[in-house]
């Protein structure tokens, strides 16, 4: 089950989940790639208007504990640790798949390769979620 918080919180604990990744990483000394301790998805599934809010239980039973769901008005925004782009693909489209014509579409953007910090990732799903739902994100993410 899925932990739910404030938009103005997503920040922060993306900052912390890198900072944790990064210290995880040096305390087992890896240099390899594993996706459960490299990546962090932060996606964006826009909703009818809203819709959103009323989506945020399904989500919240649906996805794991460890993931963290920030409802905004038409729109949500998803924390996934230790899940890489394919996870992604995988889990959005499940939720699609279940949830139906509520849910429009989505976009995400992975650490690290899309964003090396939390500024940099967020700056990226910004402006994928300008490009592809003409959505602002810069109000409920800055």
């Known amino acids: ?16 989940e890198i900072k944790e990744l990064e210290r995880i990483k ?3 000394n890896l240099d ?4 459960a301790i490299d990546n962090i ?3 964006i599934v826009p909703s009818r208007r809203g819709s959103s809010f009323e989506l945020v239980s399904v989500f919240k ?13 038409n729109f949500i925004l998803l924390l996934l640790p230790g899940t890489d782009a394919m996870g992604a693909v995988h889990i959005l489209e499940g939720l699609a798949d279940f949830i139906g014509k509520d849910l429009k579409d989505f976009a995400f953007v992975v650490y690290p390769e899309e964003g090396q910090t939390a500024q940099e990732l967020i700056e990226n799903l910004q402006k994928k979620a ?6 602002d994100l810069s109000k409920c993410l800055n």
């Open 1 to 16: 089950m899925a932990q739910i918080l404030e938009g103005k919180l997503l920040k922060p604990f993306l900052i912390h």
């Open 26 to 28: 040096r305390a087992l």
């Open 32 to 35: 390899e790639h594993i996706p």
């Open 41 to 43: 998805v932060l996606a």
């Open 61 to 73: 039973d649906t996805l794991r504990e460890s993931d963290i769901v920030f409802p905004e008005e």
């Open 130 to 135: 300008l490009n592809q739902f003409n959505l």
